[in-house]
């Protein structure tokens, strides 16, 4: 039963332009979201966060955006970068839990 | 290092052997996980602990899989009697307290059961 989704595997952008990886959730009970970033033959690595209290964060060039009411969250990066390339995993956890839950990735190749 | 260290980085082993996978957190963390990674899927939970204790030990797939932190630091994932259908990359995290905030991945320890 996955919790989080991505539905797209994969996505490819232009160097500048916006790349947008989407992520669904299915328990209401979430209320901190996450986005890490994975390079291969590395362990996935922090990029930014969401508490559910807010529908936007936003670090540099990249923001996170919460739908809370659609169970929905995005994470835009602008402008895309070739060092952007990488697989993006979605986390989601509950305040009343410990486990952090993970969508499958979306793997974002940015086209110099 | 300043960053959670696993090892092996690779492990090859045959089935029914018993393997041992070893992850050192960033000092200070007391919140340690073990995450499952199989081809083509999202990090898997496995088991937390806080300290020395396993909070959660719901993700474990089985009798066969188990994990220690002794000492609140180093932990390990055991794996008696291994089927090919555990083969994975085996993620450790760390973290300051548990409570929600950013995970501190290692690399990782690709496990290969032939």
């Known amino acids: 039963d996955q919790q989080v989704k991505q539905n797209s595997p994969s996505l490819s952008v232009q160097e500048g332009r916006i790349s947008i990886l989407n992520c669904d959730y299915t328990?209401?009970?979430?209320?901190?979201f996450l986005w890490y970033k994975k390079y291969p033959a590395e362990g996935p690595t922090f990029l930014i966060s969401?508490?559910?209290?807010?529908d936007k964060n936003e670090d540099g060039r990249f923001t996170v955006f919460l739908n809370k009411s659609a169970k929905h969250l995005s994470l835009h990066i602008v402008p895309s970068q070739p060092g952007d390339s990488a697989v993006y995993f979605c986390a989601a956890s509950a305040s009343t839990g410990n486990q952090f839950y993970f969508g499958t990735g979306t793997s974002l190749t940015v086209i110099p | 290092g300043a960053g959670v260290s696993q090892t092996p980085s690779n492990k090859v082993t045959e089935k029914g052997k018993y393997v041992e996978l070893r992850c050192d957190p960033i000092s200070g963390h007391t919140a340690l996980y073990w995450y499952r990674q199989s081809l083509g899927q999202g990090p898997e939970f496995l088991i937390y602990f806080q300290g020395t204790g396993a909070a959660d030990d719901s993700g474990l797939p089985n009798d066969r899989f188990f994990a220690v932190r002794p000492e609140g630091s180093v932990s390990t994932l055991k794996i008696q009697r291994t089927e090919r259908g555990d083969s994975a990359v085996y993620l450790c995290?760390?973290?300051?307290?548990?409570?929600?905030?950013?995970?501190?991945f290692g690399e990782g320890s690709r496990l290969t059961v032939l």
């Open positions: 995290a760390s973290s300051f307290s548990g409570d929600t905030g950013e995970l501190f």
């Open positions: 969401i508490s559910s209290i807010k």
């Open positions: 328990n209401s009970m979430f209320d901190y």
